[in-house]
């Protein structure tokens, strides 16, 4: 059976799409066959073909993954946490649907990308199912995604001790979006800070690109920047 990873954030909007695109295009450049799945996307592109997620068609601009429904087998409209999108569609979130989706993923790939929704505590289904819940089914490792900036501290060293607390497995952590020309004195030492804090490494230091974008579907120099500032076949 194939290796799985779940890449999670501190947050939303911390870059966890372009990681789990980046990750999937270096390793199937290097000859891994690798798949990325979106179990449940919110805040869906409307389309002549229904709902499309939009963290999946990056995945295509990426790493050049066709698209496909079971790369994101839940697709909602509204932008809001899983439980509320489906409640709003009048939809109820199978996690056990979502496992079923992911083994088949296995089967057909040496290694699979799973990106989850916002960060940990995220809820899938009303009253606790979580996307730590998730994680544990599916049995994969952690990567978790950080901003770069003031408050990152905090935010990286709750994400990674609710993880272990919950009986994940943390493999690293990379701070996504860094501006070395203008960072602070926070900034450049946060990294150090937050491996000191959790035992975890800090398996990449990703610097912020402007030709690249997520809503239109450009990638640029994402690849080239993953494999050169990112230990990535650490996380194999």
Known sequence: MAKGLFITGTDTGVGKTVITGGLAGVFRKNGVKAAAFKPVQTGGIESGEGLLSEDALFYQAAAGLP????????????PLSPNIAARVSEQIIDPAYLVDKYHNLTCENDFVLVEGAGGLCVPLVDYGFTMADLAHLLGTPLLVVARPGLGTINHTVLTVRYALWSGLEVKGIIINGYREEQATLA???NPEVIEGMTGVPILG??????EMSVE?????GLLETIEEKVDWRRLM
């Open 67 to 78: 698209y496909s429904r079971d790369m994101n087998p839940y697709c909602f409209r509204m």
């Open 187 to 189: 900034e450049r030492t």
């Open 205 to 210: 230091i990703v610097p912020y690109l402007p």
């Open 216 to 220: 239109s579907g450009c990638a640029g």
